[in-house]
C-alpha cells in the first residue's frame, strides 16, 4: 500500500514544495479531514471510487472533489455513459488505487485507473489538505500543484446529465 513516505519522495523527486502534516488524532475517512484539521470542507479534498458498468466492461473511476461537494453516481453515470454506477466495496478501492480504502490519495493512482476532477477545484487558490493512504497524516499542498500532478480529466460535477467535453490534465511521470 501506498503511504505518506512515498507520497513525500515522489513530490521531492519533482521538486514540488508540499508539507506532510500530522494529524491531531486518527481519522477513518477523508470525509473527516475538516473536523480534525479544523479547516474548510472546500480546502480538503477527497478520492471516491465506484465501480461503473458499461456496454462494454465493468472498471473503478475516481473522482476527484472537496470534501463540501461530493460526487453524485448518477451525474458520473451521465458524464461517462455508464448503464450503473456504485461506490467501489474496499476491496475494489485497495486493489484499484493501492491505498487504504477511504484515505485515497489523487497522487500517484495508476495510469490504467480512470480519473475524473471536479473543474470547480481548479479555482481554488490556497493549499488544500489531501489524504495520505495513512490515518494518521495529511498531506498539504498549493492546489495548483497537485492539479498538474493529477492525472485525469476536469469535469463539470455540478450539472445533472452535463456531458460538457472534458479537459485533460497532463500525465504524471
Known amino acids: 500500500m501506498k503511504d505518506a513516505l512515498a507520497i513525500h519522495r515522489w513530490l521531492l523527486a519533482h521538486q514540488v514544495h508540499h508539507e506532510i502534516v500530522r494529524l491531531p488524532r486518527a481519522m477513518t475517512c477523508s470525509d473527516e479531514l475538516p473536523e480534525v484539521l479544523s479547516a474548510s470542507p472546500a480546502v480538503c479534498l477527497a478520492v471516491t471510487v465506484f465501480e461503473v458498468t458499461t456496454r462494454i466492461a465493468r472498471e473503478p473511476v475516481a473522482v476527484v472533489t472537496s470534501v463540501g461537494s461530493p460526487p453524485r453516481p448518477g451525474l458520473i453515470g451521465g458524464i461517462l455513459g455508464a448503464r450503473r454506477v456504485r461506490p467501489a466495496s474496499a476491496f475494489t478501492v485497495n486493489s484499484a488505487t493501492d491505498y487504504a480504502s477511504g484515505l485515497v490519495c489523487p497522487l500517484l493512482l495508476p495510469a490504467t485507473l480512470t480519473v475524473l476532477v471536479d473543474e470547480r477545484l481548479t479555482d481554488i487558490a490556497t493549499p488544500v489538505y489531501v489524504p495520505t493512504g495513512e490515518r494518521h497524516t495529511a498531506l498539504?499542498?498549493?492546489?495548483?500543484?497537485?492539479?498538474?500532478?493529477?492525472?485525469?480529466?476536469?469535469v463539470d460535477l455540478t450539472r445533472q446529465g452535463s456531458r460538457k467535453e472534458a479537459a485533460t490534465f497532463p500525465l504524471a511521470g
Open 140 to 154: 498539504l499542498i498549493r492546489a495548483d500543484h497537485l492539479l498538474t500532478l493529477v492525472s485525469g480529466r476536469a
